[in-house]
């Protein structure tokens, strides 16, 4: 019996240490990387390193914001934001058709979407030819390209989320609305949308997300400095600009701390998302 | 209702139900009530299919046509026949290229996959508001992205005046993993596993959630330690999610440009020259479009292969 209870105690001691390092492999480089921004330069490359007194400063912030940090954060919102907005419009509609709508072609047209998902992981294999035909056909470094891009590579999980979400809305709800006089877009607004409200900000929050994490398509489908999103100009502080890593540092937190909060503010519709209906890496 | 209550009632795989496929109910649906539902129907689909022909579909199409072509910078120059492919892909240095990607994806895979199979289990084996606590700790490498996580994960782990390297020093180990071709590709599996962990524990969680509870008694009444329930109850009972969850990383990894670019960018050498690095650098740094639309090809081909797979797991019927 003895026994046992030590050997109960030597698990929760283990599964404790665990969960200490689990979340200190995790938090470590976040807090690391916050603690360089506010270094002074002389000191982010210090070594042994520099943990406290030290003179917290904002120069790292005010070389990123005043170089290209800040455009990149202000174009990287407005990509994210229209391509939320105008991806879930786009997949909700689909994801209704595709759900409620018998249709020609419905079942290749959702075949064809699902295997969209894992094919738009596929984005730096694709990056090549989507280049050479968006140069032929001059679509390249317009204010609309990554838009474009960016809804293509997240519209397929968008509308897989909101169909098996829809899946689960009775259809008697759809008919107690037609009987009461709405159209099927009113059905659509009115009934099954607001039932729908997790699998819409899941969706949403996957959208929102890649777009504001996407490198490889704005690392090259734009060129002009004002059209670069905000994970290229971060890595351009470890390359065309050699290696600084204070502004490196202070980008990345600017970058990060939204989705942070945002992670946090509605993270259980995320993680709900992800064990529902998202497959995706 | 909590965060992880939410998780609870999946039973089947990811996705919508298996019979999304199938007709749906007839009684209800079809064009018989109403001779315009079949252009409406469509109509609604139509924008997101003109995206995904754009930007996913044409491409993945074009990637074959292009790698026939002959390419002056990007605008084609006639047919090219194999010339591209003969350039690029079949070369003695693509066997090099492709063993150290295979290593990179195998490596990865099986990392992400043991170190969040047990990080799952025991997820599922604890209370609710922990456990929603742990999954947004978990999930935080994979939300950030991969430029900002590993360029973070390198300045703190594995550069040379970075914490891990103090406490090393401290512990009498030097530590310098960039340097040395061995340590840098092992960096480089453990930044994309620590990336894709968090999202593997997740998915890993909802089929852990799914194995009936009554089973586990059982096998506690015939007497199985807390080693056999995990390996003959709990296993077998999420197989599928498993094994999506096993294509979906080989997928990612296998089209990882981000990870490769920032943690080694190829080197020391070529030590870490993986395939999707190598085809965005002979596009982008070398201008041979040409042969990287021909690499690019290959490596479609070994996508299609997984996407195949992926659809057959998402539409297997039980």
Redesign the interface.
Known sequence: MKETKQRAGAVRWL?GVG?FG??L??????A??GL?SIKPANAV?????IIVGFEPTWDSYRTALGGSAWPALKISLFYSVVVTVLGLV??V??A????????????V?????????????????????????F??LNLVNHWFTLP??Y???N??LA??VM??SM?SVP?ELD?AGRVDGAS?MGVLFRVILPVCK?GLVAAGLFMF?GC?????AG??MVTDPGLRPI?VA??QY?SVLGRQ?GP??AA?TL??VP??VV??AL??????G???????? | M???A??QP?THP????RN??K???PG????GANGS??????A??A???L??L???????L??FA?SFLK?NY???QGFGGLTNWNRAVFQPEMVGLLVRTAVFVAGSVALTIAVSLP?AH?LDRIGNRIS?I????????W???????A???R???LEN???VS?IAEHLGAGWDPLLSPTQSMISMIVVAS?R?A??AV??L??GF?GVDRQLYESARIDGASRFQEFRYVALPGIRTQLI?VT???F????????VP??VTNGGPGDATMVL?LR??EL??SKFD?GG??AM?AA??LL?VA??VV??RL??RKR
């Open positions: 599964t969960l689990l979340a492999v995790n938090l470590l480089p976040i690391w990387g360089t490359l210090g070594y042994p390193p786009i997949a509609l689909c209704y058709a595709l759900d409620r709508i018998e249709f020609r072609f419905r079942r047209i959702l075949f064809v979407i699902v295997a969209c998902i894992p094919l738009s992981m596929g984005a730096a294999t694709l990056l090549i030819p989507n280049y050479i035909y140069s032929s474009l891009i809804l293509g590579l519209l397929p509308t897989w169909k098996g899946e259809r008919e099927r997790p997300i504001w994490n996407e490198f490889v690392s090259v994970q971060i890595y470890i890593w490196l540092t990345a970058a990060v989705i942070l992670v946090i993270g259980r519709y995320l993680i709900s992800l064990t529902s209906g998202a497959v995706k890496g | 909590t965060g992880a939410r998780i999946v990811p996705g919508p139900s999304a496929l007709g749906t109910d209800r649906r079809g064009r539902t079949g252009w409406f129907g469509a609604l689909v924008p997101a299919c995206v995904l754009i930007v996913l579909v044409l491409p993945s074009f990637a292009y390419l990007t605008a084609p990080i025991f929603t742990l999954q947004l700790v978990v999930i935080i490498p939300v950030m992205s991969s430029i900002v996580a360029l973070l994960f300045w703190t782990m005046i970075g914490i103090f620590w894709t968090g999202f997740l998915l969680l909802a959630k999506i294509v979906v990383l997928m990612s990894n296998l089209n990882n440009v981000e670019l920032t999707p085809i965005y596009a982008f479009f990287a639309t690019a490596a479609m996508n997984l996407v992926y659809l998402t539409f």
